[in-house]
């Protein structure tokens, strides 16, 4: 039998990609063994990212998306990929792996970065049709090694990836990093008080008067998605972002024109959670909706009260979720905080690749001692869970 003949090509926009193309890669209607729908890799959103000036130009995060076609040009498979000029929006943090390079004389920007920008969601990095040979893996993973060569880029990042892609890296000699988020799995609770009645009594009690005292007389929770975004909507959300990014991280992402183009092209994949006082809204959060999950992205608030966070980007969603059949809701990036609120530890999975071995290898003995770190995180986060004994057993 005949091998198949791919074309690998470089494109540095989306623009240039058929939106259908590039969607049957990143979501297939078949073959999908986690979520069926993500909507950070979906072409709408990363299109969005390129046009409203969040990435690309002077924001280090250049696109450099690798394509495979087939033999008749039809694209089989894709990878998100960006030339970085530095570290930030990837919530997997090499910042120590760029020192020591730097240190040994080598030159640690540009690299690689195959990813979702500003998301720490899983999802799937190697995109391949639904009927994509065997081979167009190979050949994607191929070409990005052709992009690091061509670029001169230090290095290959692929992250919050997939089990399976994480396998198939790794015998394609990757180097395999592992991490902890904290997600809210809804185990077929019929509504909120369903999920405290697993809590032990004194966690019960704590989220009560958190939900409570955050929203006290006066403040109320408006819930919008599709057609009910407008532009005031966003407007003040993008305040509140503008406000806690510029205090917490010193630098927001994201720039108001993207929630403008995600609002127009993806707002029946957005749930808007606004805190409002009156005719003022004071806080909100912005959560994507997948088929079967939940991911809460951005949040911010123009005045401080106990506990809102928690209410507006935690209690909310898994409210709405446990309300519409979501199976989990993922809550960002870190937060130890989030295991008491009902959310549990999930292992997430980079893969690393770089151009001298002998930093690869270096980097290779830091992560044996970083995974040992990271299992006993998981298992100390296990064991601070907030369930009641016995209900987990009950609930399997």
Not at 35 to 43: E, K, L, Q, Y
Not at 65 to 70: I, K, Q
Not at 179 to 199: K, S, T, W
Not at 359 to 369: I, M, Q
């Amino acid at each position: 039998m005949s091998q198949p003949s791919f074309t690998i090509r470089i494109v540095e926009s989306l623009e240039k990609v058929d939106p259908a193309a590039w969607d049957a890669c990143a979501n297939p209607a078949e073959g999908l063994a986690a979520d069926s729908f993500n909507p950070f890799v979906a072409h709408a959103f990363l299109v969005a990212l390129e046009r409203s000036g969040s990435v690309g130009g002077r924001s280090g995060w250049t696109p450099a998306h690798v394509l495979v076609e087939d033999a008749s040009g039809g694209l089989v498979a894709a990878a998100p990929s960006y030339l970085k000029s530095h570290s930030l929006g990837e919530y997997v943090f090499d910042s120590s792996w760029a020192d020591a390079y730097q240190r040994a004389g080598g030159r640690y920007y540009p690299k690689i970065q195959v990813a979702a920008p500003f998301t720490p969601v899983s999802g799937r990095r190697l995109l391949l049709r639904g009927d994509a040979p065997a081979q167009a893996g190979s050949a994607l993973i191929q070409g990005l090694r052709a992009l690091r060569e061509r670029t001169g880029a230090s290095s290959l990042h692929l992250t919050f990836i997939e089990q399976d892609e994480s396998e198939k890296l790794q015998e394609a000699g990757f180097l395999l990093r592992t991490g902890v988020q904290f997600h809210f799995l809804n185990r077929g609770y019929r509504n909120f008080d369903d999920f405290l009645g697993e809590l032990s009594s004194r966690k019960r009690k704590a989220l009560k008067r958190e939900r409570r005292e955050a929203l006290g007389a006066d403040i109320s929770i408006e819930l919008l998605t599709g057609a009910d975004i407008k532009p005031r909507h966003w407007d003040r959300f993008f305040a509140f972002y503008m406000d806690t990014g510029s205090r917490k991280w010193g630098r927001p992402y994201l720039t108001r024109a993207f929630f403008d183009h995600i609002g127009a092209s993806m707002a029946d994949r957005i749930l808007l959670v606004m805190a409002r006082r009156g005719d003022d809204h004071i806080a909100g959060a912005i959560n994507f909706l997948g088929d079967h999950a939940i991911y809460g992205r951005n949040w911010g608030a123009l005045e401080e009260r106990p506990f809102l966070h928690f209410e507006v980007c935690y209690y909310q969603a898994i409210e709405y979720a446990i309300r519409n059949g979501y199976r989990r809701v993922e809550a960002g990036a870190q937060g130890e905080h989030k295991l008491a609120r009902g959310y549990r530890p999930a292992l997430t999975l980079s893969a690393h690749e770089f151009a001298d071995p002998r930093f690869g290898a270096a980097v290779a003995d830091f992560l044996v001692r970083e995974r040992s770190a990271v299992d006993e995180m998981m298992t100390d986060c296990e064991a601070a869970l907030p369930f009641r004994h016995g209900s987990e057993e009950a609930c399997d």
